[in-house]
C-alpha cells in the first residue's frame, strides 16, 4: 500500500489551495462597485472595502505576537489599536514547505499571486466576507477551517474565496489562518509546564478567532450565537478536534467535516517521540527549548519534514504534527471510543468523495495483493461486495473506491454513527461528481474537488481539469446551499435538493452531490459491512 503517502500528500496539497479566478464573482466582474467601509471592534477600526454592497475584510489579526519568546506558547491577547487598520490584503501565511503538486497545479497557482504567498510566525488572521454588514441584521456564520493536513495551506485561497456563498446563502464568511507543523503542533509539555499546550496551540489559535468572532461579529451583521465550523481534510480534522475541545464550546453551533474524519489524536507518547526526532534532526540537544526558540522557523519546518507522517494502511494516513491529548488543552479523542460530550448538543454534516485519490495500480493481481495484505481472508468476500455494490466498475475503479473507504469513508460513517448516540441530529453525504482520469474509465470524484461546490466557486475548481458546463453550475448552487441552509437552521434541506433525512442505524440515509442528486439509504452497504465489522 505504499501509494498512500505519496499521493495524500500530493492530493492533501491541493485541499489547501485555490487555484484560478472565479470570474463569476461578482468582486471581479467589470460593473462592480466599490468603496472603502470602516467598521469599529473591541480593539479598534478596521478598514475593508465594500464590494457590490459585501463588505470584504482580508488580514484581520484576531491575537498577538507568536515570535520570540512567545513561540510554542498560547496565543497571546490582541492588543487595541489605535487609528483605522487597513484589512485591505491577505495576511501571511504560516512557515511551511512548498506543496508538492503536479506542473498543470503549479501552473493554475500562479493565479494565486498575492495570496498569502508570505509566510511569518505571526499568521494568526482572518478574512470575513459580510453581506449584511450596513443592514444591521445578524446572519449565520460560516468558519472555514482549510486543509493541508496540520502542516500546510491558509485560510486565503481563491476556491474558497467567500463572496458567492455569502452572497447567494445570506451568511457572513469567515477564514481562518493559524499556526501549522512545528510551530503549531509540537509537544514540549514533558521538559517545561509553561509549554503544557505547546502541541495544539494551531487549534488554540482557531478558538482565539472563534472567541474573536463572539466579541466582533455581530458589527459585521453576524449572529455570534450562530456559528457553524466547517472544514475539509485536515480542516475537518480541525472541526473534530474543535468539537472535543472544553475551550471551544459554546463558540460554535454547528459543524460541517468534508473528507476529513478524524477520531483521535496523538498520544503524548507519540508527540514526545516526533519532538526527539526534531531535537535530533536540528543537531540539537534534546530538552534545549532555548535553542529552539532561537532556531530559524523554516528550519523548524524543514527539519520536521522527515518526520511529517506515519503510515500504517490498518490506520490510514496518521499526522506526526497534530493535535496532541495533552489532557490540558484536548482531555480526550474527539471521536474514540465514543462522540465527546462537548459535542452533544452540535448538529453535524458529514461526508466524503467516493474516490478521493489518485491510485497508481493498475495491475489487477497487484491490486488484489494490496487488498489481501490487509485483509487476509476477508478478501474473498469484500471483493465480491465491492463488485456487488458497483457491478458496472473495472477492478482499477473499484480499488480507488476502496482506497477512499479505507482511508475516509468508513471512519466518517464511524463518526456519524458514534454522533448518532448523542442528541443533535447527523447528516451523512456522498460526493459522486467527478471527472475522467487517465488509466480509468469511471469519472473520479477526488480529493478536495467538492470545495468550489461547497463555495459556490464552480468557476475556481481546486482540481485542474473540471470543467465548468450547466451541471457543475447547478451542482454548485445546489450544494452550497444546503451548507448555508444548515447554517440557518441546522437542517440542509431545500427546495432544489431531494429529502435529505437524518443519518440513524436502521437506514443510513445518505446524500449523493452528483449532476443528479439523490438520496440513498446505506449506499455500498454490503462494502461498509465487511470494512466496519457491523
Given at each position: 500500500m505504499n501509494f498512500y503517502r505519496r499521493d495524500f500528500i500530493k492530493i492533501v496539497g491541493l485541499s489547501s489551495?485555490?487555484?484560478?479566478?472565479?470570474?463569476?464573482?461578482?468582486?471581479?466582474?467589470?460593473?462592480?462597485?466599490?468603496?472603502?467601509?470602516?467598521?469599529?471592534?473591541?480593539?479598534?477600526?478596521?478598514?475593508?472595502?465594500?464590494?457590490?454592497?459585501?463588505?470584504?475584510?482580508?488580514?484581520?489579526?484576531?491575537?498577538?505576537?507568536?515570535?520570540?519568546?512567545?513561540?510554542?506558547?498560547?496565543?497571546?491577547?490582541?492588543?487595541?489599536?489605535?487609528?483605522?487598520?487597513?484589512?485591505?490584503?491577505?495576511?501571511?501565511?504560516?512557515?511551511?514547505?512548498?506543496?508538492?503538486?503536479?506542473?498543470?497545479?503549479?501552473?493554475?497557482?500562479?493565479?494565486?499571486?498575492?495570496?498569502?504567498?508570505?509566510?511569518?510566525?505571526?499568521?494568526?488572521?482572518?478574512?470575513?466576507?459580510?453581506?449584511?454588514?450596513?443592514?444591521?441584521?445578524?446572519?449565520?456564520?460560516?468558519?472555514?477551517?482549510?486543509?493541508?493536513?496540520?502542516?500546510?495551506g491558509s485560510g486565503s485561497g481563491s476556491v474558497f474565496d467567500g463572496y458567492n456563498m455569502a452572497v447567494n446563502g445570506n451568511v457572513v464568511v469567515v477564514n481562518v489562518t493559524h499556526r501549522l507543523g512545528p510551530l503549531g503542533f509540537l509537544y514540549l509539555g514533558h521538559i517545561d509546564k509553561k509549554y503544557e499546550a505547546s502541541a495544539n496551540v494551531g487549534m488554540l489559535d482557531i478558538v482565539a478567532a472563534l472567541e474573536w468572532v463572539k466579541d466582533n461579529i455581530a458589527e459585521f451583521g453576524g449572529d455570534p450565537d450562530n456559528v457553524t465550523i466547517f472544514g475539509q481534510s485536515g480542516?475537518?480534522?480541525?472541526?473534530?478536534?474543535?468539537?472535543?475541545?472544553?475551550?471551544?464550546?459554546?463558540?460554535?453551533?454547528?459543524?460541517?467535516?468534508?473528507?476529513?474524519?478524524?477520531?483521535?489524536?496523538?498520544?503524548?507518547?507519540?508527540?514526545?517521540?516526533?519532538?526527539?526526532?526534531?531535537?535530533?534532526?536540528?543537531?540539537?540537544?534534546?530538552?534545549?527549548?532555548?535553542?529552539?526558540?532561537?532556531?530559524?522557523?523554516?528550519?523548524?519546518?524543514?527539519?520536521?519534514?522527515?518526520?511529517?507522517?506515519?503510515?500504517?494502511?490498518?490506520?490510514?494516513?496518521?499526522?506526526?504534527?497534530?493535535?496532541?491529548?495533552?489532557?490540558?488543552?484536548?482531555?480526550?479523542?474527539?471521536?474514540?471510543?465514543?462522540?465527546?460530550?462537548?459535542?452533544?448538543?452540535?448538529?453535524?454534516?458529514?461526508?466524503?468523495?467516493?474516490?478521493?485519490?489518485?491510485?497508481?495500480?493498475?495491475?489487477?493481481?497487484?491490486?488484489?495483493?494490496?487488498?489481501?495484505?490487509?485483509?487476509?481472508?476477508?478478501?474473498?468476500?469484500?471483493?465480491?461486495?465491492?463488485?456487488?455494490?458497483?457491478?458496472?466498475?473495472?477492478?482499477?475503479d473499484v480499488y480507488s473506491i476502496y482506497s477512499a473507504d479505507l482511508m475516509m469513508r468508513m471512519n466518517s460513517i464511524k463518526i456519524a454513527e458514534r454522533k448518532y448516540q448523542q442528541k443533535a441530529p447527523v447528516y451523512m453525504y456522498l460526493f459522486n461528481y467527478g471527472i475522467l482520469q487517465e488509466g480509468n474509465s469511471i469519472p473520479k470524484s477526488g480529493h478536495s474537488m467538492e470545495i468550489s461546490f461547497v463555495f459556490n466557486n464552480p468557476e475556481s475548481p481546486i482540481v485542474p481539469g473540471v470543467p465548468v458546463s450547466d451541471d457543475t453550475i447547478a451542482l454548485a448552487g445546489i450544494m452550497s446551499r444546503a451548507w448555508t441552509s444548515f447554517a440557518h437552521t441546522g437542517n440542509p434541506n431545500h427546495k432544489e435538493l431531494p429529502n435529505w433525512e437524518k443519518y440513524d442505524l436502521d437506514n443510513r440515509a445518505t446524500m449523493i452531490f452528483d449532476t443528479e442528486c439523490k438520496a440513498v439509504n446505506d449506499p455500498a452497504g454490503n462494502v461498509r459491512k465487511i470494512l466496519n465489522k457491523h
Amino acid at each position: 500500500m505504499n501509494f498512500y503517502r505519496r499521493d495524500f500528500i500530493k492530493i492533501v496539497g491541493l485541499s489547501s489551495v485555490g487555484f484560478g479566478l472565479n470570474l463569476s464573482n461578482p468582486v471581479f466582474a467589470n460593473n462592480a462597485t466599490e468603496e472603502e467601509l470602516i467598521v469599529k471592534t473591541k480593539y479598534g477600526k478596521l478598514k475593508g472595502n465594500l464590494i457590490n454592497q459585501v463588505g470584504i475584510f482580508k488580514g484581520v489579526p484576531y491575537a498577538g505576537n507568536s515570535d520570540g519568546k512567545n513561540r510554542f506558547l498560547s496565543p497571546r491577547p490582541l492588543k487595541k489599536w489605535k487609528g483605522i487598520y487597513e484589512a485591505t490584503g491577505w495576511g501571511p501565511k504560516s512557515y511551511q514547505l512548498p506543496m508538492n503538486l503536479p506542473p498543470e497545479a503549479l501552473k493554475q497557482m500562479k493565479l494565486d499571486e498575492g495570496r498569502a504567498n508570505e509566510m511569518d510566525e505571526n499568521c494568526q488572521s482572518i478574512n470575513i466576507w459580510a453581506p449584511s454588514v450596513k443592514t444591521g441584521k445578524k446572519l449565520p456564520v460560516m468558519f472555514w477551517c482549510h486543509g493541508g493536513g496540520f502542516t500546510a495551506g491558509s485560510g486565503s485561497g481563491s476556491v474558497f474565496d467567500g463572496y458567492n456563498m455569502a452572497v447567494n446563502g445570506n451568511v457572513v464568511v469567515v477564514n481562518v489562518t493559524h499556526r501549522l507543523g512545528p510551530l503549531g503542533f509540537l509537544y514540549l509539555g514533558h521538559i517545561d509546564k509553561k509549554y503544557e499546550a505547546s502541541a495544539n496551540v494551531g487549534m488554540l489559535d482557531i478558538v482565539a478567532a472563534l472567541e474573536w468572532v463572539k466579541d466582533n461579529i455581530a458589527e459585521f451583521g453576524g449572529d455570534p450565537d450562530n456559528v457553524t465550523i466547517f472544514g475539509q481534510s485536515g480542516g475537518g480534522g480541525k472541526v473534530a478536534t474543535l468539537m472535543a475541545m472544553p475551550s471551544a464550546k459554546g463558540l460554535f453551533h454547528k459543524a460541517i467535516m468534508q473528507s476529513g474524519a478524524f477520531l483521535k489524536g496523538l498520544t503524548k507518547e507519540e508527540a514526545i517521540s516526533t519532538t526527539n526526532a526534531l531535537f535530533d534532526n536540528l543537531g540539537i540537544e534534546r530538552g534545549d527549548i532555548d535553542a529552539l526558540l532561537k532556531a530559524d522557523p523554516m528550519a523548524l519546518v524543514e527539519k520536521s519534514q522527515s518526520v511529517l507522517n506515519t503510515e500504517d494502511p490498518s490506520k490510514g494516513l496518521t499526522f506526526n504534527f497534530a493535535p496532541v491529548v495533552d489532557n490540558v488543552s484536548l482531555t480526550r479523542n474527539p471521536f474514540e471510543p465514543d462522540a465527546a460530550e462537548t459535542c452533544v448538543d452540535i448538529p453535524l454534516i458529514i461526508g466524503t468523495n467516493k474516490d478521493e485519490f489518485a491510485v497508481p495500480l493498475t495491475d489487477g493481481d497487484a491490486i488484489i495483493e494490496n487488498i489481501r495484505a490487509q485483509h487476509g481472508s476477508d478478501t474473498d468476500p469484500l471483493l465480491a461486495a465491492y463488485l456487488k455494490d458497483y457491478p458496472d466498475y473495472p477492478l482499477v475503479d473499484v480499488y480507488s473506491i476502496y482506497s477512499a473507504d479505507l482511508m475516509m469513508r468508513m471512519n466518517s460513517i464511524k463518526i456519524a454513527e458514534r454522533k448518532y448516540q448523542q442528541k443533535a441530529p447527523v447528516y451523512m453525504y456522498l460526493f459522486n461528481y467527478g471527472i475522467l482520469q487517465e488509466g480509468n474509465s469511471i469519472p473520479k470524484s477526488g480529493h478536495s474537488m467538492e470545495i468550489s461546490f461547497v463555495f459556490n466557486n464552480p468557476e475556481s475548481p481546486i482540481v485542474p481539469g473540471v470543467p465548468v458546463s450547466d451541471d457543475t453550475i447547478a451542482l454548485a448552487g445546489i450544494m452550497s446551499r444546503a451548507w448555508t441552509s444548515f447554517a440557518h437552521t441546522g437542517n440542509p434541506n431545500h427546495k432544489e435538493l431531494p429529502n435529505w433525512e437524518k443519518y440513524d442505524l436502521d437506514n443510513r440515509a445518505t446524500m449523493i452531490f452528483d449532476t443528479e442528486c439523490k438520496a440513498v439509504n446505506d449506499p455500498a452497504g454490503n462494502v461498509r459491512k465487511i470494512l466496519n465489522k457491523h
